[in-house]
């Protein structure tokens, strides 16, 4: 059982250069999420994606776009990368925890992106 | 959305018990306080969840007051490998909403 599975693990971007990050998760969940986090920095919520055939904007969508393939898959895009948006990027996804009925998050293991 | 503040970071020794509080003033009532581990390049992992009163698994303990404007996660008898950020998350059911971090509190453990 993977869990969710990012590609790639690292990728070095010239500005202006365009990408698409990978998630998938073989969990079943409905709910899947993109974050990216700065050096030393908490994470922040790219967009989100509540179950197939929904996106949302989170805290900062700017420069980016989404892709809710199918339940198993959810894309990032990066149109026009900037080195702005250097950083590593976690995918997630989230079931009802056991007991609480609250989500319960689960992380891929990150995309490390460098934009020169 | 509830906003969450930590203290950015705490020391401790080897065999102690750690407790870092988690502030959530606006706190809604669907909303579930979650608590996360990240360990350096890898993603988060959670740790432990609860509505009210105090929660209990194999790995720490969580205490949230009846008013709920607060929580506090507490690992007993902290090791080296316990040394990680440690992020408090509050959001709500039905599953799928916006889930934010706040900044999390980097726990340093000392032999």
């Known amino acids: 059982n993977a869990g969710v599975t990012q590609t790639p693990k690292f990728q070095v971007l010239k500005t202006g250069q365009s990408m698409t990050l990978q998630c998938a998760q073989d969990m079943n969940h409905n709910s899947m999420y993109w974050y990216r986090q700065d050096p030393g920095m908490g994470l922040r919520l790219i967009y989100y994606s509540a179950s197939e055939g929904t996106t949302d904007k989170g805290e900062v969508p700017n420069g980016y776009n989404v892709s809710r393939l199918n339940k198993r898959e959810f894309s990032l895009r990066l149109e026009s990368a900037a080195p702005s948006q250097t950083s590593v990027y976690f995918c997630?996804?989230?079931?009802?925890?056991?007991?609480?009925?609250?989500?319960?998050?689960?992380f891929g293991s990150g995309t490390q992106l460098s934009v020169l | 959305l509830a906003k969450t503040t930590q203290p950015i970071s705490m020391d401790s020794y080897e065999g102690q018990e750690v407790n870092i509080t988690c502030s959530h003033n606006?706190?809604?009532?669907?909303?579930?306080i979650t608590w996360y581990q990240q360990f350096p390049s890898q993603g988060p992992r959670f740790i432990i969840q609860?509505?009210?009163t105090k929660v209990t698994n194999e790995v720490a303990s969580l205490f949230i007051p009846a008013d709920r404007k607060s929580s506090t996660l507490s690992l007993p008898r902290v090791s080296l490998s316990d040394t990680a950020v440690y992020y408090c998350l509050v959001g709500d059911f039905p599953p799928g909403n916006m889930l934010t971090f706040g900044g999390g509190t980097r726990l340093m453990v000392k032999p």
């Open positions: 606006n706190i809604a009532t669907n909303d579930y």
């Open positions: 609860g509505y009210k």
């Open positions: 997630a996804s989230s079931e009802v925890s056991t007991g609480a009925a609250g989500e319960k998050l689960f």
